[in-house]
Every structure is written in C-alpha cells, then in structure tokens.
C-alpha cells in the first residue's frame, strides 16, 4: 500500500511460481514385434512389411547382408542394432526411390500450375544417399578400429597394384 492509501506495487498478476500439475498418464506406446532374429540382434517387422502398389522393400536382405559382413569380422557385438537398422532401412527408401525415378522420370508437373519442374522424388533419393554414405561410414570406421580382419579391398587394377608394390 502507498502512502497515500492506494493499492500500488507488490506483486503483479501472473507473477511467481507456477503451480505444479498432475502428472499426466504417459502415453502408451506400441509393442514392437520382431520376426527374425540374427546374431543377437532383432529385426524389427517394419522391414519385412508389404509396402505401397505391392513394391517389395528390400530392407531386410540389406540388413542380414550387412549384419553378415559385420559378423564374419567379428564385431557384431560392437556396432549398434540401431545403426545397421537405419543403414537398411535408408538403403530399401533409396531403392524405392531409383525404381520411380525409372518408372516415372526425372521432371514432375507442377501441381497447381501445371509447368514442369524436377521430380522431388530426385531429391528424396539423393537425400537417402547422403544417409546411407554417413550411416555406411560410421559402420566401416567401427568395424576397421576393431576387426582383426584384413579390411583392404582386392584389386584387379594394374595401375594400383604398381603403386602398392612400391611400398
């Protein structure tokens, strides 16, 4: 209160601590189920599943090939389930991407105009490249660290095989 009696100053409306809140339920979230199981490690259903016009998703042969070669290097153990994962299901999405580009090309119609313009399918698929040479090299880097494995590539080229023998 003011001297001269009017009610100014203190606290302002809507300051100070804010009351707390009951707790709200968490959110059920949905049971995963697998199929196949590979080494110790799950492959989650998704990547089996029939996808849109019936096109086969190849992300489940990607992902016991992958996992295969980590396994014959003995380092299954090391690289994360979730990283192979990714790494499959972006190489299946790009996959599908390569297949409509060939079905339907690289230019699109415009949907309000009607003028051509690229196909955002393009870009979507190099989109998935740039993921698939991240999640790829992060995959090598773990195995190359810990394999005991010999991780150079044969070569039949004559040029490289003259360079390397001069070491």
């Known amino acids: 209160m003011a001297k001269d009696g009017t009610a ?12 707390k809140t009951a707790a709200k339920e968490a959110p059920v979230k ?30 489940a042969s990607v992902y016991q090939d992958t996992l295969a070669w980590i396994k014959e290097r003995g380092c299954e153990q090391l690289v994360p389930a979730q990283l192979v994962r990714n790494y499959a299901m972006s190489v299946a999405r790009w996959i599908q991407c390569e297949h409509d580009i060939s079905q339907n090309g690289f230019i699109a119609e415009h949907p ?50 003259l360079l ?4």
């Not at 100014?8 to 009351?19: F, I, L, N, Q, T």
């Not at 313009?117 to 698939?132: C, E, F, G, L, W």
């Not at 390397?164 to 070491?167: G, T």
């Open 30 to 59: 949905p049971k995963t189920t697998t199929r196949k199981k590979k080494s110790g490690i799950e492959m989650p259903e998704y990547m089996t599943e029939k996808q849109e016009k019936e096109a086969e998703l190849t992300a």
């Open 112 to 161: 309000t105009t009607g003028a051509p313009i690229a196909s955002p399918v393009v870009t979507m698929s190099q989109n998935y490249m740039k993921q698939i040479n991240n999640l790829w090299y992060q995959i090598y880097q773990i195995v190359s660290e810990n394999s005991s494995a010999d991780m150079t590539v044969p070569t039949d080229d004559p040029m490289e095989q």
């Open 8 to 19: 100014r100053g203190g606290a302002r409306v809507g300051s100070g601590r804010k009351p």
């Open 164 to 167: 390397r023998s001069r070491r």
